[in-house]
């Protein structure tokens, strides 16, 4: 079964400098998708950055991007200038290319990024 | 402006209560899912529904029960069976397409409380 895992239960970051969170999984498919939600305090879910498995290309969405590392199965995500906005807990999740019946997505257990001012 | 709604915010059951969780969505999707968040804990899939009048169980759908009668719609009932029911509940829906990210969207989400 597929699993993915966020080893960084907190992380800390200055105003304006670069963080980088990570993600790792684990699939034998060869094709799938991943994304990196954000949850603010108000817990609502909001879709930060999604990744296909078959482009080489990192997807870079403003100042969020990630390191996608097929072969390493990790998936990281980049923010740069970070904001205070930016403070919230971030999850990764990953979904089959065809999801089934289900489009299900397996969800890491988050990460709770702090920006400090 | 398109979105999904969830109601109410906050909900209390009390011990041996029935309780249902509203979700509406006017983004035209036809998917329609819910999740349990626990403290410490990724989202866990309870149920999803493609189609209208069809849903399926995820992973840990003993205790709840939904509906789809209508596209928009996808209320999720918490029965008695459910013995920790104590957490905070997401719906998400999505398109259907053969091929593409499938993309979900979230609802802000309903804190359920036992009494």
């Known amino acids: 079964a597929q699993t993915v895992t966020q080893s960084q239960p907190e992380m800390s970051v200055q105003e304006a400098e670069t963080v980088t969170l990570s993600c790792t999984y684990d699939?034998?498919?060869?094709?799938?998708?991943l994304f990196w939600y954000k949850q603010p305090p108000s817990r609502q879910m909001i879709l930060v950055i999604r990744?296909?498995?078959?482009?080489?290309q990192n997807a870079t969405e403003n100042r969020f991007s990630v390191n996608f590392q097929k072969a390493a199965k990790s998936f990281s995500l980049k923010i740069s200038d970070s904001q205070l906005g930016d403070a919230a807990m971030y999850f990764c999740?990953?979904?089959?290319?065809?999801?089934?019946?289900?489009?299900?997505?397996?969800f890491g257990t988050g990460t709770l990024l702090a920006v400090q001012p | 402006d398109g979105g999904i709604t969830q109601s109410p915010k906050y909900l209390f059951r009390k011990e041996g209560q029935n309780v249902t969780l509203s979700c509406e969505q006017n983004?035209?999707?036809?998917?329609m899912y819910w999740y349990r968040q626990d403290p410490g804990q990724g989202l866990r899939l309870i149920y999803y529904?493609?189609?209208?009048?069809?849903?399926q169980k995820g992973d840990i759908a003993e205790g709840y029960s939904v509906s789809r009668e209508k596209k928009e719609s996808f209320p999720l009932t918490v029965t008695s069976a459910q013995k920790n029911p104590t957490a905070f509940y997401l719906c998400?829906?999505?398109?259907?397409?053969?091929?593409?990210?499938?993309?979900?969207?979230f609802g802000p989400g309903t804190r359920l409380l036992v009494l």
């Open positions: 998400a829906s999505s398109i259907v397409p053969d091929q593409g990210f499938k993309t979900q969207y």
């Open positions: 990744q296909e498995a078959y482009k080489q």
């Open positions: 529904s493609q189609i209208v009048n069809d849903f």
């Open positions: 983004l035209n999707h036809d998917a």
């Open positions: 699939t034998s498919e060869s094709d799938y998708y």
């Open positions: 999740a990953y979904r089959d290319l065809y999801g089934g019946a289900t489009n299900k997505l397996i």
